[in-house]
C-alpha cells in the first residue's frame, strides 16, 4: 500500500519538529500540490503542527541552553521558514522580560567556567577580551551589549580595564 503525504508528514515530525514551510518543501518534492495541502489541514487539525509553539520552545531552548540574541534565534527561524514578524509577535508575548545584557552575561558564564576562567585569566588582557568579543559576536549580540556585558564580566576575572587599552597611570 502506498504511503500518502500525511503519513510521510508524520514520519519526518516523529524524528525532529518542524515548521510548516519545511515540511511543505519536503511533501513537495515527492507529492501533487493537493495531496500537500490536504495534508497539512490534517496536520493541522491534529494539532501535529503548530508554528508558534515551535518559536516558544526553541528560543526558549537557545535562551536557556544555548544563550544567544533575539536577533540570532529570528535568523536562525528564518532560514527554517518562519517569517520575523511571526516571530517577533510571538517573541514579545513569550518573553516579555528578555534582556540581552543578561542574556549575554549568561552566555559568557555558561561559556567560561571554572577551568577555561582560569586559562582566560593567564592569557594578555587583550587576548581575553578579543576571545570574550568573538564569542559574543558569535552568538549574535551587538556591539553596545558586547562591551557592557565584558565589563560586567571583566570584573570577575580581575583584569583591569586600563591593562586592556594600554593606559598607565
Excluded: N
Excluded at 514520519?11 to 519536503?26: K, M, N, V
Excluded at 535562551?63 to 529570528?74: M, T
Excluded at 558569535?138 to 587599552?165: C, H, L, N, P, T
Amino acid at each position: 500500500m502506498p504511503r500518502s503525504a500525511f503519513d510521510d508528514a508524520c514520519r519526518q515530525l516523529g524524528r525532529r519538529r518542524l515548521t510548516e514551510a519545511e515540511i511543505r518543501a519536503r511533501l513537495s518534492r515527492c507529492y501533487t500540490g493537493s495531496q500537500v495541502e490536504e495534508a497539512m489541514a490534517k496536520l493541522k487539525e491534529y494539532r501535529f503542527l503548530d508554528d508558534e509553539a515551535l518559536i516558544t520552545d526553541y528560543t526558549r531552548g537557545r535562551l536557556h541552553l544555548s544563550p544567544r540574541s533575539a536577533r540570532l534565534i529570528c535568523a536562525e527561524l528564518e532560514r527554517r521558514g518562519i517569517a520575523e514578524e511571526d516571530f517577533l509577535r510571538v517573541f514579545r508575548v513569550e518573553f516579555p522580560d528578555y534582556d540581552e545584557f543578561q542574556t549575554a552575561l549568561k552566555a559568557l558564564k555558561d561559556q567560561f567556567r571554572s577551568s577555561a576562567l582560569k586559562s582566560m585569566s593567564a592569557l594578555p588582557p587583550q587576548k581575553s577580551r578579543d576571545k570574550v568579543l568573538r564569542f559574543l559576536v558569535s552568538r549574535g549580540f551587538s556591539y553596545e551589549v558586547m562591551m557592557a556585558a565584558w565589563e560586567e564580566f571583566r570584573k570577575g576575572i580581575k583584569i583591569k580595564s586600563d591593562e586592556i587599552y594600554g593606559e598607565s597611570e
